[in-house]
Each structure stands twice: as structure tokens, then as C-alpha cells.
């Protein structure tokens, strides 16, 4: 059996990354101020952008009844799912900030997430480049889903 091989870089200042992961990321963070995190207060923005340059954000959205609520990522991937239908998603960025949790390094995408998000790559038959970044300088990049779960659930 051939082992997957698994790419991810961790970039150590983000002035290696180009102008347009520099404003992917951006939008990220813009949108982990959005977040609703009242219980963890552990904030999760994600920023997509579509292949016509559209970005699409997302972020966690907490409820009293905690499994109630729903992470920033899936937000993301089902508001372009209904809102921008069949547009392929050709970049992905994730930020994380905390008042109360250690944020300083990038925060993965949880299983569920990763599970929704690599079936997206897989139905529009490309790979969406992913970008994570915490409060600290650090970013880790993959070319793709594929490269945090390469062994996904499949019907
Ligand atoms: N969270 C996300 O938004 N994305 C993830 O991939 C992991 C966790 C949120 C869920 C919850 O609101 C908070 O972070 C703490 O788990």
C-alpha cells in the first residue's frame, strides 16, 4: 500500500505568503470578530474564496445548548453552498483568537469539519488550498483537505 503523503508547510512569518493569502487571511480574522463565543470564548473565523474572487465568511455560533451551535468552518461551507451554488471554492483561510484558551498556534479544523469540508473538495474535484493561522505569527498551510484527512467517510 502506497503511504499518503501528507504536505503541510508551516510558514513562519506571514510576509512569505502572496498579496492574496495576506488578504484571505485577512478576511479570516475579520471574521473571528464576528464570532458568537460566549461559552468558550474560543473565536473561529473562516474566510472562503470562491473561483470568481467572492469571499464567503464564517464563524462559530454558540447556543446555551452547546451542541446546538456550529463551527465557523461549516458556517462558511454551507452559507457559499446555498448563497453561491455550485461556484467552486479555491482558497481557505481559518483564524483563531481566545481570551481564555491558548490561541497562539493555528487552530485545525475539527473531525466533523473536516469530514463536511474534504467532501466539498471531492464533489467539485479540486483541491482547496488551506491557510491556518492563531494570535501568534505562524501560519501552516496545505495544499489542500486532503492533507488533514486523507481517509475520509464515503458513501
Ligand atoms: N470551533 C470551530 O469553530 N471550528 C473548529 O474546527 C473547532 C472548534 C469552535 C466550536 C466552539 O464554538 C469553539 O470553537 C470551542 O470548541
Known sequence: M?????????????ADLNKN????????????????AP??????????????????LG???ENSAYPSGLCA????????GVQHTGKKIVGLAITARSG????????VPCGACLQVLREVEKRQD????????GSGTTVWKAPGLVHFLPFSFDL
Request: charge should be negative; charged fraction near 25%.
Open 2 to 14: 502506497k503511504a499518503f503523503d501528507c504536505r503541510l508547510e508551516v510558514v513562519e512569518a506571514p
Open 39 to 56: 461559552y468558550s470564548d474560543f473565536h473561529v473565523g473562516a474566510a472562503i474564496q470562491l473561483e470568481d474572487g467572492t469571499f464567503v
Open 21 to 36: 493569502e495576506l488578504s484571505l487571511l485577512d478576511q479570516a480574522l475579520k471574521a473571528t470578530e464576528k464570532a458568537h
Open 59 to 61: 464563524c462559530n455560533q
Open 126 to 133: 479540486a483541491l482547496i488550498p488551506v491557510l491556518l493561522k
Open 100 to 107: 481564555r484558551h491558548n490561541d497562539s498556534g493555528p487552530a
Open 73 to 80: 468552518e461549516r458556517v462558511a461551507f454551507f452559507t457559499a
